[in-house]
């Protein structure tokens, strides 16, 4: 899957100090979570299904 395209958003909980800095992007049916400060770390890539209820269940924490 080429993810050179992807386009990424950070989140908006995500602070300006550099702490908590989670970056999302979407590609066809694949949802790829990073690390904004280490992006070449690794992604965590799961569906739009996934995305959603890890959504709901972090907001409801």
């Known amino acids: 899957m080429d993810l050179s395209n992807i386009t990424w958003r950070k989140a908006s909980r995500s602070s300006e100090e550099g702490d908590n800095c989670v970056e999302v ?8 979570i990073r690390d904004s400060k280490n992006p070449n770390d690794g992604l ?18």
């Open 25 to 32: 992007g979407a590609v066809s049916a694949i949802v790829a």
């Open 44 to 61: 965590l890539l799961i569906s739009h299904e996934e995305a959603r209820a890890l959504s709901k269940r972090l907001k409801n924490a």
